[in-house]
């Protein structure tokens, strides 16, 4: 199976402050990865797919990229509502897999 | 608007069966995409655990697949999830996804946990 490692696990930020999420292949995926953002109680959303595209009605704010194995997810000008959990998914091969997890914290 | 639903009991003694259901609303599920099950572990860890596609074939993922089957009722528009001999480390949050190799609608999830 491929491996996702996901860092950091928790980070804390201030409002209208950039951060960064990464998720390290195992492998190359080929940018086979998407991002989702889940909140607490609810299901996880689509942010971006195919390592850079945003899916629709997803704010510009968000955005993706990557450099060979490593991916990163960009959010800036933190909003109050962006605090949740980030996680990564490769679905270059199966089974699919997914990064641990990061959880953002707004100060 | 494409919406899922998630159905079945919360508590399962272990070594029993756990059976859920997803009704899709919205779009047909034969008409195209695959559809998934993934579970969410205390602790936030996620498994894509496999799908039926919209033709009807299935896959499932190498660490379940003794114990897993995913069919489904076109009639109804819903499929369903069986996981056997089931332990307390199945105890997790399952969710039904339609899949297009990303996962774009997701259902909003239905704890289990398995204990007697």
């Known amino acids: 199976d491929i491996q996702m490692t996901q860092s950091p696990a928790s980070l804390s930020a201030s409002l209208g402050e950039t951060v960064t999420i990464e998720c390290l292949a195992s492998e190359d995926i080929y940018s086979n990865l998407a991002w989702y953002q889940q909140k607490p109680g609810k299901s996880p959303q689509l942010l971006i797919y195919?390592?850079?595209s945003l899916q629709d009605g997803v704010p510009s704010r968000f955005s993706g990229s990557d450099s060979g194995t490593q991916y990163s997810l960009e959010i800036n000008s933190l909003q109050s509502e962006d605090a949740a959990t980030y996680f990564c998914q490769q679905h270059h091969d199966y089974p699919y897999t997914f990064g641990a997890g990061t959880k953002l914290e707004l100060k | 608007e494409i919406q899922l639903q998630e159905s079945g009991p919360g508590l399962v003694k272990p070594s029993q069966s756990l059976s859920l259901t997803c009704s899709v609303t919205?779009?047909?599920?034969?008409?195209?995409?695959?559809w998934s099950w993934i579970r969410k572990f205390p602790g936030n860890k996620m498994e894509w655990m496999g799908y039926?596609?919209?033709?009807?074939?299935?896959n499932y993922n190498p660490s379940l697949k003794i114990r897993i089957s995913i069919t489904r009722d076109t009639s109804k528009n819903q499929f369903f999830l069986q996981l056997n001999s089931v332990t307390t480390e199945d105890t997790a949050t399952y969710y039904c996804?339609?899949?297009?190799?990303?996962?774009?609608?997701w259902g909003q999830g239905v704890m289990v946990t398995v204990s007697s």
């Open positions: 919205g779009y047909t599920i034969t008409s195209g995409y695959d």
């Open positions: 039926i596609s919209n033709s009807g074939s299935t």
């Open positions: 996804a339609r899949e297009g190799y990303n996962f774009d609608y």
């Open positions: 195919d390592a850079s």
